[in-house]
Each structure stands twice: as C-alpha cells, then as structure tokens.
C-alpha cells in the first residue's frame, strides 16, 4: 500500500501531465467526474472512500454525493455536483468559481500544511 507522501507525489504528477484545459475536458460533469473526485479525495485524506462511477449512477439518493461534497469542504472547497449533466461539476473557493484541477492543487497545498513535508520535494 502506497504511504501518503507516494500517493500526493503521484497524484502532482498526473496533474503536470496534463494542461488545465485538458484537465477540464475530461469527463465533465459526468458520474466520472465525480467518482475521480472520490479517488483523489481517498488518497489524499482518505475523507470518501473510492467510487466508481457506475456505483454513483446506480446508487439511490444523494448519499455518495454529500459524502463527497464534505471530503472538499474538509480542505475549503465548495463542491456541487452535476452528475449526468453536461456541464462539469463546479467547485468554488470562497466565492471564486476555479477549476477541478485548482481544487485540487488548494486540497494538497492545505492537507500539506498540516503534515510533515520538509523532505518533500514540491
């Protein structure tokens, strides 16, 4: 099992890989969407457990959602899901719309304030 420290270097590195506007075309929106938002929250705090997006679908109310929604507001953000829309999922910090991967770079700056990072390299 990776330790935290692997998980965050992994997680930078698939966001390098990728420009924000490619970050943005992927999945937006969708079940996908959000169910990537679980993994990365799971390996981040381990605040959501991992879902797939078919379980999300399938999955009768709104429990899966607001458990998601409250893994990003642990680390600030403001999270609405629109699953089955078009339109991605939109997460605000304060009162500022950002984007998926602007989300998700505040979460690990915010969860790394309070770890233990002087080894790391960022």
Known sequence: ?????????????????????????????????????????NSL?????????LRIAFTPGNKIQEEIK?????????????NGAISGNEYYLGTKKITQSEARRHAMEHCKKFMDVKDWDW
């Open 1 to 41: 099992m990776a330790t935290r420290e692997e998980n965050f270097k992994k997680i930078d590195a698939e966001l390098e890989a990728m420009s924000d506007e490619e970050l943005e075309q992927v999945a937006g929106g969708t079940w996908a969407e959000t169910a990537a938002d679980s993994r990365f929250l």
């Open 45 to 53: 705090n381990g605040s959501t457990d991992r879902y797939g997006a």
């Open 70 to 82: 409250n893994g990003w507001a642990q680390v600030g953000i403001t999270f609405t899901a629109h």
